[in-house]
């Protein structure tokens, strides 16, 4: 603050040079990382190996869950706003997944006789899984039926293999 000349302080009001700059530099590099298409690039394929990772866990899960329990756990394409398996193929992976305990082996959600363990989550816009099934069977013994999957953006193109 500095003194007036009736010494009554008074309030000095703005940036400091250094306050100025700094905000400067933050905006360039912001703006920077925003328009490079790179940096897009980079986005896209961080949320391809996230979701990648997010499905190899619940294989995981699922295998450990079957051995566990003694008993089938099933993974299935998740019909929209319900907890009921689909039978629309690859499309059906769009609106996420259940995975259950299939004591009945019927390849659908009882929730009378059978537990959920797990309701996924639907897929990120513009992703998609390819699967030769809508489902995805877990023997007690941890072997699988149908495993072979790939994760792809939008287009089939980009994306890999589960595993890779």
């Given at each position: 603050m500095r003194k007036s000349s009736n010494n009554k302080p008074s309030m000095?009001?703005?940036?400091?040079?250094?306050?100025?700059?700094?905000?400067?530099?933050?905006a360039v590099v912001?703006?920077?990382?925003?328009a490079s298409g790179n940096f897009r690039?980079?986005?896209?394929?961080?949320?391809?190996?996230?979701t990648k990772s997010n499905i190899q866990g619940n294989f995981q899960l699922a295998k450990s869950e079957a051995v566990t329990r003694n008993t089938k756990v099933r993974i299935c394409a998740k019909e929209p706003a319900s907890e009921s398996c689909s039978g629309a193929g690859d499309d059906g992976w769009k609106e996420g997944f259940i995975m259950f305990t299939?004591?009945?082996?019927?390849?659908?959600?009882?929730?009378?006789?059978?537990?959920?363990?797990?309701?996924?989550?639907?897929?990120?816009d513009g992703q998609q899984i390819t699967a030769p099934s809508h489902?995805?069977?877990?023997?007690?013994?941890?072997?699988?039926?149908?495993?072979?999957?790939?994760?792809?953006?939008?287009?089939?193109?980009?994306?890999?293999?589960l595993g890779d």
């Amino acid at each position: 603050m500095r003194k007036s000349s009736n010494n009554k302080p008074s309030m000095v009001s703005g940036m400091t040079m250094i306050e100025l700059l700094m905000t400067m530099t933050i905006a360039v590099v912001v703006v920077a990382l925003l328009a490079s298409g790179n940096f897009r690039d980079f986005i896209d394929d961080a949320w391809m190996w996230l979701t990648k990772s997010n499905i190899q866990g619940n294989f995981q899960l699922a295998k450990s869950e079957a051995v566990t329990r003694n008993t089938k756990v099933r993974i299935c394409a998740k019909e929209p706003a319900s907890e009921s398996c689909s039978g629309a193929g690859d499309d059906g992976w769009k609106e996420g997944f259940i995975m259950f305990t299939d004591v009945d082996d019927n390849d659908q959600y009882d929730n009378a006789t059978e537990e959920l363990i797990r309701v996924g989550d639907a897929m990120p816009d513009g992703q998609q899984i390819t699967a030769p099934s809508h489902t995805f069977v877990f023997s007690p013994d941890g072997t699988v039926e149908g495993i072979a999957a790939t994760v792809a953006e939008g287009d089939g193109e980009g994306g890999g293999a589960l595993g890779d």
